[in-house]
């Protein structure tokens, strides 16, 4: 059976402006490569055409499939790139109609089996961590899909079916790592976001998969909840591998909670530092797992900037929505990272359900008193897996358009508010944190601290003008 994976890329950054991210931010399809790895170990080859380190035309994309004749296409998609992903599905379909057709990711795993009754162009969803079910799935050559766990399908009458749910993963590093050499262009075709690292190539990594936290604005439907990770020599290893096949010099860990076991991190640092891996790093952290002595660790290992959660300057609406963490005591713990020498970057949201202006305003006032390098505000989107999904009606209006829901659309309107009025007060906060002395000083910098960085921002600089005149910023 011959296997082609598909990544759409999802083209809806903002409504009526052009998608500049690709410019300086592409990671690698980990999930999708993770699978291949699999099926690879035992003896199956795939491909894969990732959209976004190759965007097409969707007629040139179906063409490009239909020409390596595979027997089994499958995508993987968020809730925005779904729309696209089932498009493409539509055009195959008429292409050619013995061609099998699997979705799986965040948006399959949240809707199981009744998508398939308004997408007939699917033929299955893998539901959960995809790579046993997609190993069983093309051995069985698509019959008894009833006794494959994992899995959302159609019976003998056409009815939409799904099997049991199938077993987490117990031991991660079962897993080979993931096929980069399967991906066409990798390493220099991706790389991570503009100003986040000293050195190129570089790329991400993910080492442990699922949260035991409970926040309202996250899915979790495909690795559900605990926590699973990677042994540190596992995590060793696989960065000794980037940097002897690929050349890497720097990678991000995209893991949730790259630092929730302390025994791991402590492990990974000590034996990095040993093992003299001149690989720098950065991670995503919880403020509650930061003190001197672990993050004495990440320095001496190479890490060069943590990202952290902060999402809301306002203490009563980070109550309703996470783990509540004293504000007092942000500060402080970022300055502790500061002062270690490493780069800090907070994550916020507007337009969180229970917000209104004066929310928001604290949080902008907030975010601006904080010793961060840079931020990143995403617009509050709620995914159909996350739980304030469910009782979302009761704080504003819900516009569910999924290709807008990207996190760069407000496609939620709480209650006394309007769109008009997020979209300023978005604006409002990028342009008052980025349009200090102190963060153009700290870019400055860059041109020592990532060079590679600069020359990127310059070579692009046309680009990033018109993107920014079109946003008023």
Not at 77 to 93: D, H, M, Q, V, Y
Request: charged share 25%.
């Amino acid at each position: 059976m011959k296997i082609l994976f598909i990544h759409p890329y999802g083209n809806n950054f903002l409504t009526g402006v052009p998608d500049i991210t690709t410019i300086f931010n592409v990671m690698p399809p980990l999930g999708l490569l993770s699978i291949m790895a699999w099926l690879e170990k035992h003896q199956i080859s795939s491909e894969i055409i990732d959209c976004y380190a190759t965007p097409m035309p969707q007629q040139e994309l179906v063409a490009e499939i239909i020409r390596r004749k595979p027997d089994l296409v499958a995508f993987s998609c968020t809730t925005s790139s779904f729309p696209e992903g089932n498009r493409i599905a539509e055009a195959l379909k008429t292409a050619d109609s013995r061609i099998r057709i699997v979705f799986g990711g965040a948006h399959a795993c949240t809707m199981g089996a009744p998508l398939l009754d308004r997408f007939p162009a699917i033929d299955c969803l893998v539901l959960g961590e995809g790579e046993q079910t997609m190993l069983e799935l093309v051995r069985s050559g698509f019959s008894n899909l009833d006794v494959i766990p994992g899995l959302a399908y159609r019976d003998a009458g056409n009815t939409s079916c799904q099997s049991p749910p199938r077993e987490l993963i117990a031991n991660l590093d079962d897993l080979p790592f993931p096929a980069y050499h399967l991906l066409p262009g990798f390493p220099h075709r991706y790389k991570l976001p503009l100003f986040s690292s000293p050195r190129f190539p570089n790329t991400s990594i993910i080492s442990s998969r699922g949260c035991p936290y409970q926040c309202s604005y996250c899915d979790r439907s495909v690795f559900a909840r605990g926590f699973r990770f990677n042994s540190p020599d596992y995590i060793l290893e696989h960065v000794a591998m980037l940097q002897r096949d690929y050349g890497i010099r720097h990678v991000f860990f995209y893991d949730d909670l790259f630092t929730f076991d302390r025994k791991r991190v402590a492990r990974f640092c000590e034996l990095k530092a040993k093992m003299g891996l001149k690989v720098g790093y950065n991670c995503i952290a919880r403020l509650e797992h930061v003190d001197q002595e672990l993050l004495g660790l990440l320095k001496s290992s190479g890490c060069w900037q943590v990202n952290f959660g902060i999402e809301s300057g306002d203490p009563e609406i980070l109550k309703k929505h996470r783990k509540f963490y004293g504000l007092d005591e942000v500060g402080r713990k970022l300055q502790l990272v500061k002062d270690h020498g490493m780069r800090v970057k907070g994550l916020f949201m507007v337009g969180l359900p229970g917000e209104d202006e004066t929310a928001i305003r604290r949080t902008i006032d907030y975010a601006l008193s904080l010793p961060l390098d840079e931020i990143n505000v995403t617009k509050f989107t709620p995914f159909p897996g996350a739980p304030v999904y469910q009782t979302l009606q009761q704080f504003g209006k819900l516009h569910e358009e999924w290709e807008l829901m990207n996190c760069m659309n407000f496609v939620f309107i709480p209650h006394g508010m309007t769109k008009q009025q997020l979209e300023g007060l978005y604006d409002e906060f990028i342009r008052r944190f980025y349009r200090r002395s102190r963060i153009h000083w700290g870019y400055t910098k860059m041109i020592w601290k990532s060079p590679h960085s600069v020359l990127d921002f310059l070579k692009n600089l046309p680009a990033i003008l018109r993107f920014e005149r079109q946003q008023k910023w």
